[in-house]
């Protein structure tokens, strides 16, 4: 069964501070996708990125910075210089063509001013 | 140009009842998503429509779930015979490629959700 786990349940930075959120998964498959997404107190949620699991490139966009590790199945993901807008809940998961499409319990990222 | 909306954005029902959402997704994107979010349940997938193929349907928790997609635009999210456990905030999403699309086409697009309270 694929699973998603994101241990940190809850992070308090200051602003400009970096900050770092787990993502570790679970899959047999060979193929799948991953995924973080934002969801910010207004409710929307927002994509982020996508990884295929043939692409252990990490991935860099702005601020936000993405670390793929088949080895340790992890798919954390940064972001530099945190503001107060960047305070959201963040999920992780994990899918197969869409079947299996699993998510992690969220890490609710505080940022104070 | 408009993005992702979703009608009605609130609606209250009783016990029983058949509920249908509406999701009308970005012109032009072939893959659309349902997801649903609950307090006891999180963030759950529960199908995604590509193109013309056929949809998988593998995250509906019930045979009371059914999801169409007519002339690969509009979808709507029917749960017959509501129980209380369907109390959620329902979302959708589209995208212009599917899942296996390159990176840019997948990007997914929400829309603001309809949330569903079953008295």
């Known amino acids: 069964a694929q699973k998603v786990t994101q241990a940190q349940t809850e992070i308090s930075v200051v602003e400009k501070e970096d900050v770092t959120l787990d993502c570790v998964y679970e899959?047999?498959?060979?193929?799948?996708?991953l995924f973080w997404y934002k969801q910010p107190p207004s409710g929307e949620l927002v994509f982020l990125i996508r990884r295929n699991s043939f692409d252990e490139q990490n991935e860099i966009s702005g601020r936000y910075s993405w670390n793929f590790q088949k080895s340790t199945s992890s798919f954390n993901f940064t972001i530099t210089a945190s503001q107060v807008v960047d305070s959201a809940v963040y999920f992780c998961a994990l899918s197969n063509y869409g079947q299996n499409f699993v998510f992690g319990p969220g890490t609710r990222l505080s940022v104070l001013p | 140009g408009a993005g992702v909306s979703q009608s009605p954005s609130n609606k209250v029902t009783e016990k029983g009842k058949d509920v249908e959402l509406r999701c009308d997704p970005i012109?032009?994107?072939?893959?659309l998503y349902w997801y649903r979010q609950s307090l006891g349940q999180g963030l759950e997938f529960l199908i995604y429509f590509q193109g013309n193929s056929a949809p998988d349907k593998s995250g509906l928790p019930s045979d009371r779930f059914s999801a169409e997609r007519t002339g690969g635009s509009v979808s709507t999210l029917t749960i017959q015979r509501t129980q209380q456990e369907d109390s959620a905030v329902y979302l959708c999403a589209s995208s212009r490629g599917g899942l296996a699309g390159d990176n840019v086409r997948h990007e997914q697009f929400f829309g603001p959700g309809t949330r569903l309270t079953v008295l």
């Open positions: 012109s032009g994107h072939t893959a």
């Open positions: 899959t047999r498959d060979t193929t799948y996708y």
